[in-house]
């Protein structure tokens, strides 16, 4: 099922759009952000970017 939807997800928004999201999801889901989340301070984030 997983991989049905990650084919989805790119059918949809893209490879490139899909990538960036999977990278986000990462990011969310690391423990430098969940540390960063409790002390208030800015997680470290490998998709910094000036867009939003």
Same mark, same amino acid.
């Given at each position: 099922m997983w991989v049905e939807a990650n084919r989805r997800v790119e059918a949809t928004l893209g490879a490139a !759009?899909?990538?960036? =999201?999977?990278? =986000? !999801? $990462? $990011?969310?889901a690391s423990p430098d952000f969940l540390d960063a989340y409790v002390s208030g301070a800015k997680p470290p984030s490998s998709t910094e970017s000036s867009e939003c």
């Open positions: !759009a899909a990538e960036k =999201l999977r990278s =986000l !999801a $990462d $990011d969310v």
